[in-house]
């Protein structure tokens, strides 16, 4: 009885270390998700306002370019998956993989080839155990991406695009990355970059039904839409990042509020057992005893005799 005893205050001891740990995570990640929500919320509307400002120039120019001119036949489209480097998030970077490996299966039964771009460790290493090829991964700033590590990444996304298709370049640009909603629910969700839809103008305008002014092009639209282009890409991906890092956060916190809650319920269980082997183990003590002395008194009374 006295072993099992010793194996319940064991796994107590174990447990609430686990709890500790688990506890402390939890409050290093609400901390960071404050931070990471602010920054998304500071991107968010640059991101918006040079998106609205490309469709303009798209809507009041005939100019053919990769932003804003989908391609007459689609072979090759590039997909941008966002994971994190870190696990403890719960489902937040099977729900991203998932949703690539959805939207890579469509494109595919499409006609057309994928291409496959990772940030993340864990996506890395989901697509490199099951061997399938990666163009290009980056990993190490998943948790607090700067503006240096998003140009990183659009870079060969942009050269990519700029390329013609027969010299390894693509017809479109998706991303896949996980939308913070709040700080309960994050989605994974699948976006087109390029070519641009103009039909976004109506929706972005700020008052229903208005019409966007014309402008006039120094020194040409198709300028403007070359100067635009990296900054719209590495705007956009930079975004996607922050709503990633934030949601990775979030879910974060969320997974080890639920373990630590799991560790408290399973220390009262293993503390209300180890209480029932020690009130048992009382309780044959005290019948070895009032058994030795009851042996004992009979012994006794039979030497009287």
Known sequence: MGAQLRV????????????????????????????????????????TELTRAVTAVGTGSNTKHPLTTQAETVTRSAVLLLTSDRG?????????????????????????QVDTYIVGRRGVAHYNFRERQIAESWTGFTDEPSYADAKKVAAPLIEAIEKETAAGGVDELHIVYTEFVSMLTQTAVDARLLPLSLDEVAKDAPVKGEILPLYEFEPSAEDVLDALLPRYVESRVYNALLQSAASKHAATRRAMKSATDNAGELIETLTRLANQARQAEITQEISEIVGGASALADATAGSDY
């Open 8 to 47: 319940y205050k064991r796994r107590i001891r174990s447990v609430t270390a686990t709890k500790k740990i688990t506890k402390a995570m939890e409050m290093i990640a609400a901390s960071r998700v404050v931070k990471a929500h602010r920054r998304v919320a500071a991107s968010t509307p640059y991101a």
């Open 88 to 112: 403890l998030a719960g489902a937040f970077n099977s729900n991203a993989i998932k949703a690539a490996e959805q939207l890579t299966a469509r494109l595919e039964r499409e006609g057309k």
